[in-house]
T-cell receptor, first 110, second 114 residues
Framework: DAKTTQPPSMDCAEGRAANLPCNHS???????VYWYRQIHSQGPQYIIH???NNETNEMASLIITEDRKSCTLILPHATLRDTAVYYC???????????FGQGTRLTINP | DAGITQSPRHKVTETGTPVTLRCHQT?????MYWYRQDPGHGLRLIHY???????DKGEVSDGYSVSRSKTEDFLLTLESATSSQTSVYFC?????????????FGPGTRLTVL
């Protein structure tokens, strides 16, 4: 798996956009980047994934740099319920196993 | 939400007793996983299955066994529970599409071994 680096914690005001960075400088050309989050004591929840192009779904947007060495997860209008640990993961091509690091603890403040 | 249930949701047991946790899916996905989560360690893979009767070890498989006799059920067994196996256990499933390995997680089982 490509090594990913995330800040251990971030804060964001409610209603603002939360931008969570992730560095993955060793990523291979065919490896995807996945984002999951885990709200306290719940199971991890899939958010979004991408390969090269920017992606958007009902939960978030994913911006991937042109060199694919980093990306940013954007929660456009953060709410208190978005407080969670966010994991950026890049599994090896064909690997079925996800390796979760420590992630970023995002706190949304009222 | 993906159709994944885990049972029991909470269990307290004593050291040396056998324990079986069950994961049930209604999605007919090929791949199923068992993870444990402990403070300071994040999520760690115990075992996974890539089909009926096909399983493989993860990074922390010692002390655990698994079985999958039906597509929808994946059982995790602690033959003789130890206090170090006190943890929260999560099951996950994926369709296993190459390059698109989205995993969907169950609600978790909190196991306490006294």
């Amino acid at each position: 798996d490509a090594k990913t680096t995330q800040p251990p914690s971030m804060d964001c005001a409610e209603g603002r956009a939360a931008n969570l960075p992730c560095n993955h400088s060793t990523i291979s050309g065919n490896e995807y980047v996945y984002w999951y989050r885990q709200i306290h004591s719940q199971g991890p929840q899939y958010i979004i994934h991408g390969l090269k192009n920017n992606e958007t779904n009902e939960m978030a947007s994913l911006i991937i740099t042109e060199d694919r060495k980093s990306c940013t997860l954007i929660l456009p209008h953060a709410t208190l319920r978005d407080t969670a640990v966010y994991y950026c993961i890049s599994p090896r091509q064909g690997a079925q196993k996800l390796v979760f690091g420590q992630g970023t603890r995002l706190t949304i403040n009222p | 939400d993906a159709g994944i249930t885990q049972s029991p949701r909470h269990k307290v047991t004593e050291t040396g007793t056998p324990v079986t946790l069950r994961c049930h899916q209604t999605e007919n996905h090929r791949y199923m996983y068992w993870y444990r989560q402990d403070p300071g360690h994040g999520l760690r893979l115990i075992h996974y299955s890539y089909g009926v009767k096909d399983t493989d070890k993860g990074e922390v498989s010692d002390g655990y066994s698994v079985s999958r006799s039906k597509t929808e059920d994946f059982l995790l067994t602690l033959e003789s529970a130890t206090s170090s196996q006190t943890s929260v256990y999560f099951c996950a499933i994926s369709a296993g599409i190459l390059g698109g390995d989205t995993q969907y997680f169950g609600p978790g089982t909190r196991l306490t071994v006294l």
